[in-house]
């Protein structure tokens, strides 16, 4: 088993930064990609960001130059650092990991971005 816990989430004004945390514990050997996913009130579950064993990150082109996903050597932890946050941000922000066979959710750290 896998177990996520997301931090770092909080209230900050448009313009600003946020750094997320996900400590990923128990049968964390083996895992392949980790990321970041959010979702909004009414709206379905989208991909923020993604980063492979190999060093490839993937992000849509609405994050792209903004956020940056980064990894401790996929040990334990996934970081997202947020920067110009828009309030078309706010979200409530997961953690996702692979592994070959499975995959886990983070219960998930509520981001809001005021105007």
């Known amino acids: 088993q896998v177990q996520l816990l997301e931090s770092g989430g909080g209230l900050v004004q448009a313009g600003g930064s946020l750094r997320l945390s996900c400590a990923a514990s128990?049968?964390?050997?083996?895992?392949?990609?980790m990321g970041w996913y959010r979702q909004a009130p009414e709206k379905q579950r989208e991909l923020v960001a993604t980063?492979?064993?190999?060093?490839?990150?993937n992000y849509p082109d609405s994050m792209k130059g903004r956020f940056t996903i980064s990894t401790d050597n996929f040990k334990n932890t996934v970081y997202l650092q947020m920067n110009s946050l828009k309030p078309e941000d706010t979200a409530v922000y997961y953690c996702?990991?692979?592994?070959?066979?499975?995959?886990?959710w983070g219960q998930g750290t509520q981001v809001t971005v005021s105007s």
């Open positions: 996702y990991v692979r592994r070959p066979n499975s995959s886990h």
């Open positions: 128990g049968s964390i050997f083996s895992i392949n990609l």
């Open positions: 980063i492979t064993m190999t060093g490839s990150t």
